[in-house]
């Protein structure tokens, strides 16, 4: 009776499995096989053009200035534009929470919009927002007295205008996150730590800080992951430019693979990011187990 | 403990079971060979040629136009070859031949000298490949200058420059004319003028059959100072007014008197500048390093080329034959602008712009086309990189040329490998 089940069991999983095997598993040993080897437009041509190049591959990629500068680009983007999405969207769940309940599923909707748009449509707006004559970021400035700021065009700015457009674009789904956690926070723990004394700082660090932990750690994790793959934004907005400024990993990854057809290439770039993000992901999840 | 498994939840089964079967049998339903002779063509040609030819019948096929969009053309282009679905003719950029034919995609034939004679001699050079006709050029575009000629009047020049000492010194005045007035427009992700600029100092981009960068030559270093000392002035805007919303805006609003371009603004600046500026724009060929010398510029364009996977190559030499045909070609330009890579073409058009389209015609007679390898998008890249490192002045001119020189031999290592063991390929 039990080894029917099993077997059933394995049925059921058949379709998954083998969607998975096709087109996960396959394709990543594939990829990793590829990123040994030089495979570009002349191996197309004739298969006796490709040459076995192993771990020469990451040695040239360790070697490649674009590659240390898209490295750089990716992590200033993770942390500064990961923390500040937890940040942004944690603090706007906590006001939508404490406002009336009308209000709330309004504001909740607006505040959801940016993460139903099309981004490149999303993208095309925001470029003009950040033009240096016309955008009206820029008139703003100007009105405050202040100097014009070529967001996208200056090396200095880009990735900050990035890492803003990001921000907009994302937080509203870990809000949403975030404000069911909020909600699923029983009423008696702050009734007790009223009844306590405890102030609403206190509360907020000792009673829904903690409670939120599950959710946080998921945002957190989420956000990393989301963020080591920063790829539309920059390919809509900057190209990676200027001066490769916005250039990120996925976009060294896709210039070099498909627009070039240095497959190999590209395939050991896209391996250093999953290596990298399987050290974060699990560095992560080590330290909530710790924590709990 | 017998799992119960209600009636209604067993059509998921069926279901399951027929999905896959059914994309299994899919998978093996035979390609049937298309009676159709097929054309994948890009852009604006795309839609003349879908109104134009699709439908009717040549050399016994039915000719069948399937557009694709330039800016995904080159990617399914390679996908289809490798998948072995390439149609019968085919629309390629003129910087892409070189990599299809590289990859064995397009036919070459040998060259009957009579028929050539007729193409720009730049059309000619990228596609003949290896002494070997693989494309025929089916328009042509190259650079020229475009001016504002009331603004270059009101600096005090009644003419366009034609040395480049020339031009600076314009630009210079036409900045005396007030902080909203540049010279220039050159966006740092276009590479053109600036290669222009090192073919008319004589310089050679790469050396050895195309297997190092030759970017510290004292030709091409002449060509880049130039053209970085232009932004280091303040002539070219780039940072805080440098992203141009709307070319033809600004151009109207006087924030640049000059912007070399191609064809396809001539239709452009037509339709979208204000009237009463109609008369007040005009172009004309490069300005030189020095007078004597004809002035270069970059040969693009597109052309049209037999597939090698085409069961139906004759029809589709015969299909191509008639597109290239002078009268073909004028019909093509006064639908879509494109200029004809033919010159007898030429005798047709002239009514359209005659003034405007002189410095074109010129300029067409000594443009030459970039490195023929598929490696070229690439290096084109790097050029582009230290270009904007060097006018953002994060590296000085020789450093920048030096690391230019470097990354492109490390692009083309592959090459040179190819180069050692196949001599006489690619």
Partial sequence: MHRTRTIAAWIFLAPALTAITAFFVGPVLAALVLSFTDFDIYTIADSSNLRWLGLEQYRILLRDPLFWRALQNTLTFVVAG???????????????????????????????????????????????????????????????????????????????????????????FHMVIFLAALQSIPHQLYEAAAIDGASRWQQFRHVTLPMLRPALSFVVLITVIGSFQLFAEPYVMTQGGPANATLSLVLLMYRNGFQWWNVGYGAAVAWVLFALLVVVTLTLSRLRLRRR | MQAQRPAEQRWWWVLVAGITLGSALGCHRAVEPSPALRVWAMGKEAEYLSTRIHGRMIGGYRVEVQRLPWSAAHEKLLTAFVAGTLPDVVQLGSTWL?????????????????????????????????????????????????????????????LPPQTWDQWRHAMRRIRQLGPEHYGLLAPLDEWHLL????????????????????????????????????????????????????????????????????????????????GELQNEWATAVLPMPELGSPSVSVMGGASLAVTTSSDKRDAARELISYLLSPEELTHLYHATGDLPARRSAWRHIGDADPLRLTAFRTQLEHARSTPKIPEWERIAGLLLRYTELAVRKHLPVDTALALLDAETDRVLAKRRWLLQRTPTQP
């Fill in chain 2, 98 to 158: 070189p990599e299809f034919v590289a990859v064995g995609a397009v036919e070459c034939t040998s060259i009957d000298q009579s028929v050539i004679d007729d193409f720009f001699p730049g059309a000619v050079e990228g596609n003949l490949v290896n002494n070997r006709w693989c494309g025929a050029p089916w328009y042509v575009d190259t650079r020229v200058l475009f001016y504002r000629r009331d603004l270059l009047a009101r600096a005090g020049f009644p």
């Fill in chain 2, 195 to 274: 290669v222009a600029l090192a073919f008319q100092a004589g310089a050679e981009l790469l050396r050895d059959r195309d297997q190092y960068g030759n970017f510290q030559s004292p030709e091409f270093r002449r060509a880049f100072s130039f053209y970085v000392s232009l932004f280091h002035e303040g002539l070219v805007p780039f940072e805080g007014q440098g992203q141009v919303a709307n070319v033809y805006q600004d151009f109207a609003a006087g924030l640049f008197t000059f912007y070399v371009t191609g064809p396809w603004n001539l239709g452009e600046f037509r339709r979208r500048l204000p």
């Fill in chain 1, 82 to 172: 990961g923390s500040l999405t937890v940040v942004v969207a944690l603090g706007a769940a906590l006001a939508i929470w404490g406002a009336a309940r009308k209000v709330q599923a309004f504001l909740r909707t607006v505040y959801f919009l940016p993460v139903v748009t099309t981004i490149v449509a999303a993208a095309v707006v925001w470029r003009a927002w950040y033009h240096p004559r016309v955008g009206l970021l820029n008139v703003a400035l100007r009105w405050a007295g202040l100097p014009a700021i070529d967001w996208l065009g200056n090396p200095r700015w880009a990735m900050l205008a990035i890492i803003v457009f990001s921000v907009w674009k994302n937080f509203g």
